[in-house]
């Protein structure tokens, strides 16, 4: 950066981060207002201008036109909406340096760059964070969220399953046949296990998974739910290992660790997810979880304050993979997923670039880390372990064990409010009381209005303080809504006054109005 006005335009953008950081996290509004939104539209450039404007307009133009019309998911504690979480210190300090070096981590040359070896130090973190074993997961790398790593995940298991049927139809054979889905494809490999139906075995999924299931060739029609009832995420092991047995036919289980209206998992202990994992070695099946942001229930620990949630993710290490989001609980900036296989070499047989010679390590001291290009989907990518890793080393075990802690106990004051209130449900209908609520309530809040002319405009009518945002959804067929607390700076004595504040006005408001109809 020799031009001083490049110097001075970058000093402006941090100066802004700088005095926008330093304001208290409640005074952030969670929404723009509409004429800020419709005036960073009317003034966005519509055509590319022959001479360019300049960086000192064009700064100008970010700071005082397009920033005060995005909202703020990152910086309002109160934001709920979805599963979002935001950028710790630290990954921010972190973040500044991956723009400044901008990294291209996808071949591992540790002779010119330490990014892949601390980007594997950083999964292995990760790994300990969430209790696993890191020797027991060799498979690990990062993606752009959990919706790209349940697509590794399932382009993964179609390679096992796959392959594996072949194994077992040429078992004996003086000539095994060879053919594989990555080598000859998905129909060729299908003809060779004689396999007329794959099919995804799970209940209650995420929508990103049947995205998944498309993308690698699977449908979303081959998904078939395998749940107690078709609104239960609990496994029905009878109805699963019937599907299982199904002649000319291979599957592939999912685990829902933490649906994403209610919170709720799929399974509740070390013993339940055995029983899986004998189905799946019978049948030659494959054992995936979706857990974008359940996983980390098991940085809780087994207290009688916490214990119920935590055994919803306690024996996913007997899993084959796991698909999780780093930008949700972890609080680091988007986009940043994480995928853990404890089949190592798997992921290469799918995602490895053959005959590309200038795309190998070149290096005989390249050890034990696959080039990420060869594990995942991306060729060129970002280095998006950085955050990952000064985040995990700045505040450690504790200081995330706390901040989870910190917002389940928000989530269960939330929704100990809601069920107290005569306008409200909370949802699910099976949390009757303030015991249940303490021990089952994760992150997230369900909930919906018993009179339809409310529940209808609620979420508007929340969202339009721009105190606190909430996201929309359906259950049992009809309108709700659900409060998502995923940030690191959730104070749940502050932030549940607030929810209520606005929650009381609301229904005031309503009421007031409904009694000139």
Not at 51 to 56: K, N
Not at 57 to 66: C, G, I, K, P
Not at 145 to 160: K, P
């Amino acid at each position: 950066m020799e031009d001083p006005s490049d110097i001075l335009c970058l000093s402006q953008s941090q100066q802004h981060a700088l005095e926008t950081f330093s304001k208290p996290a409640h005074v952030h509004r969670t929404l723009p207002q509409n004429a800020q939104i419709q005036r960073a539209a009317d003034r966005l450039v519509s055509q590319i201008p022959s001479i360019g404007r300049g960086i000192e307009n064009t700064t100008a133009h970010l700071l005082e036109d397009v920033v005060p019309a995005l909202n703020g998911q990152a910086l309002s504690p109160n934001y709920y909406g979805f599963v979002t979480g935001s950028v710790t210190p630290a990954a921010r300090v972190a973040e500044n340096l991956v723009s400044t070096y901008d990294q291209n981590v996808c071949v591992h040359l540790p002779d010119t760059t330490i990014a892949t070896e601390l980007e594997d130090q950083a999964l292995k973190l990760l790994l300990e964070l969430l209790h696993f074993t890191v020797e027991e997961w060799p498979g690990r790398t990062f993606t752009t969220g959990a919706t790209a790593s349940n697509i590794v995940g399932l382009a993964c298991g179609r390679e096992f399953i796959v392959n594996d049927a072949i194994k077992r139809r040429s078992k004996g054979s003086t000539t095994p046949m060879k053919q594989s889905v990555g080598e000859d494809g998905l129909l060729a490999a299908c003809r060779a296990a004689d396999i007329t139906d794959i099919q995804v075995l799970t209940t209650l999924p995420h929508s990103s998974l049947k995205k998944a299931s498309s993308v690698v060739g699977l449908g979303r029609a081959c998904f078939h739910q395998v749940g107690i009832s078709e609104d239960d995420i609990a496994f029905d092991l009878d109805v699963l290992e019937d599907r299982l047995k199904r002649p000319h036919t291979v599957s592939i289980v999912v685990i829902s660790c933490a649906e994403v209206n209610s919170g709720m998992f799929a399974t509740r202990s070390y013993l339940e997810v055995g029983k899986l994992r004998s189905l799946c070695d019978k049948y030659g099946s494959w054992l995936h979880v979706d857990a974008a942001f359940g996983l980390f229930a098991r940085i809780l620990g087994d207290s009688q304050e916490f214990g119920y949630v935590s055994d919803g993710a306690e024996g996913l290490e007997l899993a084959d993979s796991i698909a999780g989001d780093a930008h949700k609980m972890l609080n680091v900036p988007y986009d940043c997923g994480f995928f853990f296989s404890r089949h190592a070499g798997l992921a290469q047989e799918v995602f490895r670039n053959p005959n590309a010679s200038y795309l190998s390590s070149g290096t005989s001291s390249a050890g034990m880390i696959p080039s990420p290009l060869n594990v995942g989907l991306e060729n060129s990518r970002r280095f998006r372990a950085l955050p990952v890793y000064a985040t995990l080393i700045s505040y450690g075990r504790m200081g995330y064990e706390n901040m989870l802690q910190r917002q389940v106990r928000f989530a269960r004051r939330v929704a100990w409010y809601i069920h107290r209130q005569q306008d409200l449900d909370l949802l699910p209908r099976s949390l009757t009381d303030e015991a249940q609520i303490n021990q089952k309530i994760y992150i997230i809040v369900l909930f919906r209005a018993k009179e339809d002319t409310l529940n209808n405009t609620l979420g508007g009518r929340l969202n339009a303080s721009s105190q606190i945002y909430v996201s929309g959804t359906s259950w049992e067929n009809q309108p709700a809504c659900r409060i998502a607390a995923a940030n690191w700076q959730v104070d749940p004595d502050r932030d549940s006054a607030l929810v209520e504040e606005v929650f009381e006005t609301v229904i005031k408001d309503w009421r007031h109005e409904s009694s000139y109809k």
